[in-house]
């Protein structure tokens, strides 16, 4: 356990993205959550009773592969059912061994444009939590299958929800710039907004 225990420390404390689940549970009602890219960030299982984790990553695969780390997560959670998840080691465009249409949530972090390949997973009214780091929350944006209804903010690593505004976002700094799928494929990373968000939050149509 010492080696997954430091290990999942040290990326966490790198991170520091715990709260922002511990945000996410006390806003909405998720019990099941798919994480696309998650390496060995494992905090989605403190709040969430399952949780998918995707990762293709040599390092990510020899973490889950030592159960050893399971101890972190019975010692962190917050529900009184037991915990559950599963780890896929491949391509999170693959499709995956789990029913499309019944997650609550997906989680879209620094691994590329997770909502366009997994949306398929989530229920409607499920949520999608992103940042935009490959432009995968301005894709959202743009998706007439989400609707965008709040953004959290971090501030001295606290993390903040808040729904009002919102209209003011996914405004881009530079003026004229012709702005399409393409072209964040192209560049592998968001744009600059003139007033960006932490993390996005939208909902399934």
Request: overall charge positive; aromatic content about 18%; charged content about 30%.
């Amino acid at each position: 356990m010492k080696d997954s225990f430091n290990e999942y420390l040290i990326y966490e404390n790198k991170m520091q993205r715990q709260g922002l689940f511990e945000v996410i549970s006390q806003k909405f009602e998720i019990k099941k959550a798919i994480y696309p890219g998650s390496y060995i960030h494992i905090s989605p299982s403190f709040y969430f009773e399952e949780v998918v984790y995707i990762d293709m990553d040599k390092k990510a695969k020899k973490f889950f592969t030592d159960k050893s780390f399971e101890k972190i997560i019975e010692q962190k959670k917050v529900y009184s059912k037991e915990f559950c998840y599963r780890f896929y080691p491949y391509d999170y465009n693959t499709l995956m061994h789990e029913e499309v249409g019944t997650f609550d949530l997906l989680i879209s972090q620094y691994a590329g444009l997770i909502s366009r390949s997994c949306k398929k997973y989530l229920k409607k009214g499920g949520l999608l939590l992103v940042n935009n780091s490959h432009g995968d929350a301005q894709f959202a944006n743009w998706d007439a299958d989400f609707e965008f209804i709040a953004v959290i903010n971090r501030r001295n690593n606290k993390f903040y929800y808040s729904s009002e505004n919102l209209k003011t976002y996914f405004r881009p700094k530079k003026e004229g710039l012709n702005i399409n799928l393409e072209y964040l494929l192209s560049i592998n990373k968001g744009i600059g907004f003139k007033k960006a968000a932490a993390h996005y939050i939208f909902r399934k149509k």
